[in-house]
């Protein structure tokens, strides 16, 4: 077990040094999110030291399982690229890739009990988390039934499982929101939280176990909503737009891309296709003939992007887009268990 300073994470040590000793590499790739750099970095260190193999850890980004290095595997001759902290049902992506889950042992037990007076308005909760936290949302589940509430964990689907969301996929609190009456999100992510709220279109609270916070969503749902929708008005008389292809692994929609490319043309909009890895404000700022951008690479980076002069539209932004055009008021656009 790593220990560090805010949370302890457990490594599935084991199914990395299993593939190494049945693969037997030279060399291999660690990728991770940010916050597990260090505990990545002390492993790494006896991982050489006990198998004489070369270790590469990647510094760039790990934003999810869409975010995978098996293309650098082949640049730089590595043999095994360990995905590390996004755990998914699926354990291999690509030639090379292997996914590795991580868990954090943080305890809910004092925030559970911190939120029950506020919950106790609802009866039925739904429980939701991100990849961290997954390994306890039975223990949590039965935590707020011996509470009295009646709880619904969502099915897993495709690389989900079962209470997992990601930052474009909330299949498994969309596809219960009928029978809930509340959500509960465990874990810090406020990105994640409000994305359920969206997608799910109902009360959200999310419970912080390292800061013992109990926090409603709504404020800060309706907030993004509403600086979403903003972005949406403001490129309804805009003629010329960018389609921006994501060229992550796992962001690279080019299909997706071209449908959206097709759609403006067919409202009679000038339409450039630009490829980019990282989208910022400083690379699409060279673009000034260019005054919105549409972009299928990642949900998050419209609806939490603020640091954009131009609008820069997600997919449901870019289709509640096209309502408006087609002369209909739009709908509850993100209300969908896919954002892309």
């Known amino acids: 077990?790593?220990?560090?300073?805010?949370?302890?994470?457990?490594?599935?040590?084991?199914?990395?040094?299993?593939?190494?000793?049945?693969?037997?590499?030279?060399?291999?790739?660690?990728?991770?999110?940010?916050?597990?750099?260090?505990?990545?970095?002390?492993?790494?260190?006896?991982?050489?030291?006990?198998?004489?193999?070369?270790?590469?850890?990647?510094?760039?980004?790990?934003?999810?399982?869409?975010?995978?290095m098996d293309e650098e595997t082949s640049r730089l001759n590595v043999d095994i690229s360990f995905h590390i902290g996004h755990n998914s049902s699926i354990k291999r992506i690509g030639n090379k890739t292997v996914l590795i889950d991580a868990y954090e042992d943080v305890d809910f037990t004092n925030v559970i009990k911190k939120s029950l007076s506020l919950?106790?308005?609802?009866?039925?909760?739904?429980?939701?988390?991100?990849?961290?936290?997954?390994?306890?949302?039975?223990?949590?589940?039965?935590?707020?039934?011996l509470e009295g509430f009646e709880i619904y964990v969502g099915e897993g689907?495709?690389?989900?499982?079962?209470?997992?969301?990601?930052?474009?996929?909330?299949?498994?609190?969309?596809n219960i929101r009928e029978n809930i009456d509340a959500l509960i999100f465990l874990?810090?992510?406020?990105?994640?939280?409000?994305?359920?709220?969206?997608?799910?279109?109902?009360?959200?609270?999310?419970?912080?176990?390292?800061?013992m916070v109990v926090e409603n969503m709504d404020n800060l749902t309706k907030k993004w909503l509403t600086r979403s929708i903003l972005q949406i008005y403001k490129t309804r008389d805009i003629k010329r737009f960018g389609v921006i292809i994501g060229l992550r692994e796992?962001?690279?929609?080019?299909?997706?891309?071209?449908?959206?490319?097709?759609?403006?043309?067919?409202?009679?909009?000038?339409?450039?296709?630009?490829?980019?890895?990282e989208i910022t404000e400083e690379r699409l700022a060279s673009f000034i003939n260019i005054d919105a951008f549409v972009?299928?690479?990642?949900?998050?980076?419209?609806?939490?992007?603020?640091?954009?002069?131009?609008?820069?539209?997600s997919i449901p932004q870019t289709e509640a887009l096209f309502e408006i055009w087609d002369g209909k008021k739009p709908g509850t656009f993100f209300e969908k268990p896919f954002w892309l």
């Not at 609802?122 to 039934?145: D, M």
């Not at 689907?157 to 969309?174: A, E, H, P, Y």
């Open 157 to 174: 689907q495709g690389k989900l499982l079962d209470g997992q969301i990601m930052g474009c996929r909330f299949n498994s609190v969309f």
């Open 119 to 145: 919950l106790r308005q609802y009866r039925r909760l739904g429980l939701c988390t991100i990849s961290p936290y997954l390994h306890q949302i039975n223990s949590i589940k039965k935590s707020f039934e």
């Open 250 to 277: 796992g962001q690279n929609l080019l299909n997706r891309a071209i449908q959206m490319k097709s759609r403006l043309l067919e409202y009679g909009k000038n339409v450039q296709m630009i490829a980019i890895r």
């Open 1 to 68: 077990m790593f220990t560090g300073e805010i949370f302890q994470v457990r490594l599935d040590e084991n199914s990395i040094i299993a593939e190494i000793e049945k693969v037997k590499p030279k060399t291999i790739m660690l990728s991770t999110p940010d916050g597990y750099l260090t505990q990545i970095h002390e492993f790494a260190i006896k991982i050489e030291k006990n198998y004489k193999i070369q270790t590469i850890i990647s510094a760039d980004p790990c934003y999810g399982v869409c975010d995978v």
């Open 187 to 211: 874990g810090q992510s406020r990105f994640h939280a409000i994305g359920a709220a969206l997608s799910s279109g109902k009360p959200t609270f999310i419970l912080d176990p390292y800061l």
């Open 295 to 313: 972009q299928t690479a990642c949900p998050r980076i419209s609806i939490d992007g603020e640091n954009f002069r131009k609008p820069i539209l």
